[in-house]
């Protein structure tokens, strides 16, 4: 009887370390080549690697495209630590079956992975010259937690079937300045990019997050002077986490992310716990973005040059939380942004010149600490170099909805006070006189306060005075105070007026009351006109 040929035999040709990895293979253990000398074990040292624990990219490839069957019992898989892979490891355009997790291994040339399809792809702690992915297809995972790359990440129109993990990555930028390309991403669940270090322009143009994308703690600079987040139209399902993160050593030097995720406003980490702040060195640009729950800034530190922006305009979320250090220079742009809920501080907003909000609706303001009105209309003063009305009304409204009906009209006067600077000289004069007399309609009170002064004055004079009648048989008896509230009030006739023959001084005095009255009357019916139309 002819006995059956091993399917799974190893090739002659292979190195002993590569004749252990295909054993390994088989079996589903992990490849273990390390020397457990924390400095020889480095990935990301200088110091080269014996050949004793290199392997061949082209047998890495064999065993993934082609490679023999497991051991019975046994599920194939790819598990390698501290093993260095020379040559170039290309998977382009292949249907990679086998699980394959990689730990503190070092690449000698770039990995090619373009329109390949995996289950799950684990790799930690390696050291890789770049990542070339584009249309990538996982069913589960792409972890790349605490990677080098030297040369980028190419995840073009890539689609991750669960979660992408780039936490504590540091990549350095391609030859086109970018350090992750991933427009049109899609991830099917979270996008973790915790603490990670990214060198260049990281680009996520059109991509989709299912659930959360998490940038906490991370640093993202761009030496070129160019943005170091450039995510227009990006489609986050839940909350974009660009906010600082809670770290705390782990048994030695590492670092770990402390959970569970989401932000607190209130809880006082752990004593021992280190905090470290999203940073963003060069523009940070989320123009027409959709995000399901939030966009957190907390804690933030973007640094701008006088020319970048942290630009959000026509972004869509039910809450914004704009809580981080204020940017000291270039501008902060929200017009055309929709928010819900406007998380804020009266310190986390740049000064005039530096703030742009045409066009940017909110619904309520949630203020954390200190934010008085005076700060608020700072604020939108900052916003308008030139005057523009939106924003003063966008601000009054809210106020009003929320029941601060006074603060509403304070913001309104204010309105028309910063108009007024905009307008010919016989406009401001007119201006000044209605601010002066009713505050443009919106403290009401004023316009009594003066006809009491003034019809005291005029009773006062008048008090002093017999004047002689125009008519000797036809005048009712002289009464000073009804006669000075006559010529005050327009139109309306109380008996006095029009009976009395003035002389001299008092009938200038007539005169002023009458002139002074028809101002009064004329700046109130405005103000009140002005006040029922923003009703």
């Not at 000289?425 to 009401?444: C, E, H, I, M, S």
Request: with cysteine; hydrophobic share 40%; net charge neutral.
């Amino acid at each position: 009887m002819t006995e059956a040929p091993d399917l799974g035999e190893a090739p002659d040709w292979l190195s002993p370390a590569e004749l252990g990895m295909w054993q390994a293979f088989r079996n589903g253990s992990t490849y273990d080549l390390r020397t457990r000398n924390p400095v020889r074990d480095d990935p990301f040292a200088a110091r080269p690697w014996s050949p004793e624990r290199s392997v061949r990219a082209r047998v890495v490839a064999l065993l993934l495209l082609s490679g023999p069957p497991a051991l019975p019992g046994r599920v194939a898989a790819l598990k390698l630590t501290g093993v260095q892979i020379t040559g170039t490891l290309n998977l382009s355009g292949g249907t990679i079956t086998p699980y394959v997790e990689l730990t503190g291994c070092r690449f000698e040339n770039e990995l090619l992975l373009p329109e390949a399809h995996f289950t799950s792809v684990r790799m930690a702690s390696c050291s890789i010259p770049r990542i070339e992915a584009a249309r990538l297809t996982t069913e589960g995972d792409l972890h790349l937690p605490r990677c080098r790359v030297a040369g980028g990440i190419r995840l073009t129109d890539a689609h991750i079937g669960t979660d992408l993990l780039l936490s504590q990555a540091v990549v350095h930028a391609d030859r086109n300045g970018r350090s992750i390309a991933a427009d049109g991403l899609m991830v099917a669940q979270d996008l973790q990019a915790d603490l990670i270090e990214s060198y260049g322009e990281l680009s996520l143009r059109a991509a989709k997050v299912g659930v959360t994308l998490s940038l906490r703690g991370s640093r993202l600079i761009n030496p070129d002077g160019g943005r170091a987040l450039n995510a227009p139209q990006l489609i986050v399902e839940r909350t974009l986490y660009l906010t600082s993160a809670a770290v705390y050593p782990s048994g030695g030097n590492q670092l770990a992310t402390t959970p569970p995720y989401g932000t607190n406003y209130t809880n006082t980490p752990v004593r021992g716990t280190l905090i470290q702040p999203f940073e963003c060195r060069g523009g940070l640009r989320l123009d027409d973005g959709r995000f399901g729950d939030a966009v957190d800034l907390a804690q933030s530190r973007v640094v701008l040059g006088e020319s970048q922006e942290l630009s959000l305009r026509r972004i869509q979320t039910p809450e914004l939380r704009f809580t981080g250090q204020r940017p000291e220079r270039g501008k902060v742009v929200l017009s055309g942004a929709r928010v819900v809920n406007l998380v804020d501080m009266a310190d986390s907003w740049p000064g005039p010149g530096h703030l742009t909000m045409n066009g940017f609706s909110y619904e309520n303001l949630i203020p954390i600490g200190t934010f008085t009105l005076a700060q608020r209309l700072d604020w939108v003063n900052a916003a308008t170099p030139e005057y523009g009305p939106e924003p003063y009304e966008r601000l009054a409204g809210v106020l009003r909805a929320g029941g601060e009906d006074a603060d509403a009209r304070e913001v309104l006067l204010a309105k028309q006070r910063r108009r007024r600077e905009t307008l010919p000289l016989a406009g401001k004069a007119w201006g000044v006189l209605q601010d002066l007399t009713v505050a443009y309609g919106y403290r009401p009170g004023r316009a009594a306060l003066w006809m009491a002064i003034l019809w005291a004055a005029g009773t006062l004079a008048f008090s002093h005075y017999d004047p002689r009648p125009i008519k000797a048989d036809e005048h009712p008896e002289w009464n000073a105070a009804l006669y000075a509230l006559d010529l005050l009030i327009p139109v309306v006739d109380l008996g006095q007026d029009g009976y009395w023959k003035l002389t001299g001084a008092w009938q200038w005095a007539a005169a002023l009351l009458i002139m002074l009255g028809w101002i009064l009357a004329t700046t109130v019916a405005a103000g009140a006109s002005r006040l029922l139309r923003r009703r």
